[in-house]
T-cell receptor, first 111, second 117 residues
């Protein structure tokens, strides 16, 4: 199947750095997204990776290793407002135009 | 620019009733989709469309119908609601998700919370 695995929950302290991992089936892989979703709100786009390497965007960075079927989202200088769910989503060849989401990682940032 | 607009935001139905969730976008996006989100299950794709007159099934299509008569609108129909369809529904649109190409960032509506009794 087209499995995507993420940790269910993570906790971190304000000002710290946290890394949220995502693993996925490599066969037919064609792109990976990260979305942020605050409770009761719609998801919002954070990043897109299709090539190996690190994409940096302010306090947030996303890394991809296609051969390992692995991605991570790195959040630096954590703020209370970063408490949210972080969703990893993948496009596969067999699902062209189908963006499949993982179950998400709920991040709680404490003072 | 309104983006993606979903209506209604809240709805309570009785088992067996029918209803339509409306979705409209004003960004001239080719791609539109419907997801449902349930606790512990994440976002699951119900149906999607890559342009007017073209629709296809996602991961969980049973019990739902869609049509795409215009680029702007993509309604989701529940013909005979069941308690298992209690969920939060999100409509999302983008330029075509080009596998390996442009980002095709998905823009989401605010969601529709449906309860089926």
């Amino acid at each position: 199947g087209q499995n995507i695995d993420q940790p269910t929950e993570m906790t971190a302290t304000e000002g710290a750095i946290v890394q949220i991992n995502c693993t996925y089936q490599t066969s037919g892989f064609n792109g990976l997204f990260w979305y942020q979703q605050h409770a009761g709100e719609a998801p919002t786009f954070l990043s897109y990776n299709v090539l190996d390497g690190l994409e940096e965007k302010g306090r947030f960075s996303s890394f991809l290793s296609r051969s390992k079927g692995y991605s991570y989202l790195l959040l630096k200088e954590l703020q209370m407002k970063d408490s949210a769910s972080y969703l990893c989503a993948v496009i596969w060849d067999t699902g062209f135009q189908k963006l499949v989401f993982g179950t998400g990682t709920r991040l709680l940032v404490s003072p | 620019n309104a983006g993606v607009t979903q209506t209604p935001k809240f709805q309570v139905l009785k088992t067996g009733q029918s209803m339509t969730l409306q979705c409209a976008q004003d960004m001239n996006h080719e791609y539109m989709s419907w997801y449902r989100q349930d606790p512990g299950m994440g976002l699951r794709l119900i149906h999607y469309s890559v342009g007017a007159g073209i629709t296809d099934q996602g991961e969980v299509p049973n019990g739902y119908n869609v049509s795409r008569s215009t680029t702007e609108d993509f309604p989701l129909r529940l013909l005979s609601a069941a308690p298992s369809q209690t969920s939060v529904y999100f409509c999302a649109s983008s330029y075509l998700l080009l596998a390996g190409g442009d980002t095709g960032e998905l823009f989401f509506g605010e969601g529709s919370r449906l309860t089926v009794l």
